[in-house]
């Protein structure tokens, strides 16, 4: 069955040639969650969530601690029933056929949990195995993760052995093995150095296209690399979604540029003025020992005014321009900006502030 | 049910690969080597109404409530701490079958240890070159007797296993469980309370769980198809509280 649905890997042609109306719209979206709710004795860890994940996409989900990632990660994956909603995966309820849909998805938990005291391989043949992976493909299987996630040189030692970057690796190996159509990984990068980290991610990556994979980080410019799109949650509900880019529209809005120049704040306001409505000085600090002073100058709107600043600062032949750049804003902003807004909302709705779990 | 094999086999390795392991089998092993010492020393002394075979097996009790524990303490609780039950989960393997190939790869071990003491009969045969002491009868019983039991000695050991998340509690409640289990049951039907006239019914079926009563049973060549029936549906009475015990926990996790 996971044979039959496994697509290969090809160029992003074959994406395209994907969304064509011939094919199953149902075989499209992986996962499809609708107003999934998780009460544990009494308290909402998860509140209403909807969202659809295509094949061949990488999607972030963020949120701050306690916002309910894992546990919508343990519901899609079949291990904790969920209180009400509907979870597919696939095509297929979860709820009621929680053995099929095991047989499409590969898991790694948080923390990433292992046997001490097994090697590399051997644990890899056991969980392909459970996975039902036969033996000639099992031991191509291994070959080629164990390839791919450069588990060469470990492939003998102990697990419980391993450096963290090692160990976390092994897990990937081990949630691809089965060729999932659904890669599902909570925080992938906890409590790795940056060149880990860069690693991990590159890992990622090379999935795209051949396998839907959420990931769950706190980490949120690993989130913007990686992903094709970011849901973030707050509280058990989605406060906000969509492509870094659109979010940043939306949440942030205001574009601001950084200008390094030998001019005085009042001349380069009074050169600026007009190029787009509202625009304004925020900062300056300077001159530095050459005489440059650097600038902060924002707009409340999301256009981008750079071409009309140029123009602007190169007409006036007494301002020396060293630097323009336009600053983007951080995910992190994004992240502050949505789920702020989602508190304002909770407690306009009570009455009363409305401060997160 | 195909995934079986695959987990009893993981188990059975890492079961070998336990220090508890090692620790039972020599604690085991150890315990058993100087009660046979001590049969044979008594009857060097004088002629006994009982073969050796029969004094020996009704010692079992005392290996079973160490060993068991140590056998099965680590089997669901160890995986719950370390997390690994829930990668273990996500995949296509139904709870049933984890508990069920723990629980096979543990009886698999205790067996292969109760067969080591074949060894000491072995010796003893080689050496007295007495047939009188090798009573075949009693020793058939007698390991009849502790492969039946044994089901329902190591099941209890799961069952103890899958309600906690550490090894020592698990272990603990493994051996208080054993303990009402072989000797509690004795302990309660000598209550003068249930001496009196409407305990009657009470005190015949305690009677009837008295697991030393079996053991005697089984060493005379007396195969009950009752004590039978007690072993096994208590074996699957705890094999399936640990199923709803793992998945309890799930629940709860």
Known sequence: ?357 | MRHLPTIFFHELRVLMLAPSTYIAAVLFLGVMGFIFAGILDSYNKEAQDLSPSFVFFSLFWLPVLFMVPLLTMKCLAEERRAGTLETLLTTPVSTAEVVLGKFAASYALYLFLWLLTIGFMFILDKYAQDARFLDPGPLIGGYVFVAVSGLLFVSVGVLASSLSRSQAVAGVLAFALLFAIIVGTRLVSDLTVLQQEGFTRFRDSLENVQVMSHLQDFTRGIIDTRQIVFYLSGTALALIFSILGVEGKVLRS
């Not at chain 1, 949120?63 to 519901?75: E, H, L, Q, V, Y």
């Not at chain 1, 009400?84 to 995966?89: A, I, L, R, W």
């Not at chain 1, 993760?145 to 450096?163: A, N, T």
């Open chain 1, 1 to 357: 069955m996971a044979n039959r649905l496994w697509r290969p890997r090809t160029a992003p042609l074959e994406m395209q040639s994907h969304e064509a109306p011939q094919t199953d719209p149902a075989e499209q979206i992986t996962i499809d969650v609708r107003e999934l709710v998780k009460t544990y004795s009494g308290v909402n860890a998860v509140n209403g969530l909807t969202f659809t994940v295509r094949r061949g996409e990488i999607v972030g989900f963020l949120g701050p601690n306690g916002a309910g990632k894992s546990t919508t990660m343990r519901i899609l994956t079949g291990f904790l029933p969920a209180t009400s909603g509907h979870v597919s995966m696939c095509g297929i309820p979860v709820a009621s056929r929680p053995d099929e849909v095991k047989r499409h998805i590969g898991y790694m938990p948080e923390n990433n949990p292992l046997p001490e005291d097994m090697r590399v391989g051997e644990y890899l043949h056991y969980r392909g195995r459970l996975k039902e992976i036969g033996g000639r493909r099992l031991r191509e299987r291994i070959e080629a993760v164990v390839e791919r996630c450069d588990l060469k040189r470990v492939r003998h030692r102990m697990i419980g052995k391993l450096s963290k970057g090692f160990r976390q690796r092994v897990g990937i190996a081990e949630a691809i093995l089965g060729e999932p159509d659904v890669l599902i990984m909570d925080e992938p990068t906890i409590g790795l150095d940056p060149h880990q980290i860069i690693l991990i991610r590159d890992l990622i990556s090379s999935l795209r296209g051949r396998m839907s994979v959420l990931i769950s980080s706190h980490i949120l410019p690993e989130i913007e690399m990686t992903c094709d799109r970011v849901i973030i949650i707050n509280s058990g509900r989605i406060v906000a979604s969509g492509t870094p880019p659109e979010l940043r529209r939306e949440y942030v809005g205001r574009t601001v540029y950084r200008l390094e120049a030998n001019a005085s704040a009042e001349r380069i306001a009074q050169v600026l003025d007009g190029v787009a409505p509202e625009l304004k000085v925020n900062a300056a600090e300077g001159p530095d020992a050459e005489g440059f002073t650097a600038f902060t100058i924002g707009t409340p709107a999301a256009e981008d005014v750079g071409e009309a600043l140029l123009r602007r600062l190169s007409g006036a032949a007494d301002v020396r321009v060293r630097m323009l750049g336009r600053e983007r804003p951080t995910l992190e902003e994004v992240f502050l900006a949505a789920t702020r807004r989602s508190w304002d909302l909770t407690m306009e709705k009570n009455g009363k502030p409305g401060m997160p779990r």
